[in-house]
């Protein structure tokens, strides 16, 4: 996955202005190496590859947090707290999703996106262990909550490489891969 200005999977020789077609613009896709030219008639002139890393690491968010809702009998019993407290889980993790919703937003309009995104991945990756090690239940539910707000970290900068990456004709598709991926998530989870 990668956005202007960033190295990308793209690896080819910029075509001279005279080879050109009406629709191929010379882009700065990577940095320190002269401009690529993309076709931008193509429906995907990046390819799909972003679209489906996105729709996998959407899937990947569903799948982590509906892991628990199979396994919380077997964790209240370990930890021995209530059906509240159960209930509590989830809705501290939204609260926390919201809070930083806004936040993430911004962090996508001035950070590197696709940075952004392995980033929220590496802190899922790291709470995810957290949560598995957790030897309290004090523990458990902080690193539950860190996973949701990390959730709601990957949405910005996501949304905003997909538009960019994809013209009007495709972007619906694009959209729907990411959502695709969301859905599925949540029944394997």
Do not use: H
């Not at 990947?60 to 021995?80: K, M, T, W, Y």
């Not at 940075?115 to 309290?136: D, F, P």
């Amino acid at each position: 996955m990668s956005e202007p200005n960033e190295p990308a999977a793209l690896e080819q020789d910029p075509a001279p202005p005279s080879e050109r077609t009406p629709t191929t613009v010379p882009l700065d896709v990577f940095v320190g190496r002269p401009p690529v030219d993309v076709d931008l008639a193509r429906p995907a002139p990046f390819g799909w590859w972003p679209a489906i890393v996105i729709a996998l690491v959407a899937f990947i968010d569903r799948v982590e947090v509906n892991l628990i809702a199979g396994a919380l009998p077997a964790i209240q019993e370990e930890f021995g707290f209530s059906d509240t407290w159960a209930g509590a889980i989830p809705t501290a993790a939204a609260l926390a999703g919201v809070v930083l919703l806004l936040p993430a937003g911004r962090l996508a309009d001035k950070g590197r996106r696709t940075s952004i995104v392995a980033l929220v991945v590496l802190v899922w990756a790291v709470c995810s262990v957290l949560s598995g090690l957790a030897t309290t239940f004090a523990l458990f539910f902080i690193t539950r909550i860190m996973l949701g707000a990390a959730g709601q970290l990957y949405n910005p900068p996501s949304s905003s490489l997909l538009a960019d990456f994809y013209p009007g004709s495709t972007r619906g598709k694009a959209f729907g891969l990411e959502r695709a991926g969301y859905y599925m998530g949540l029944p394997i989870g």
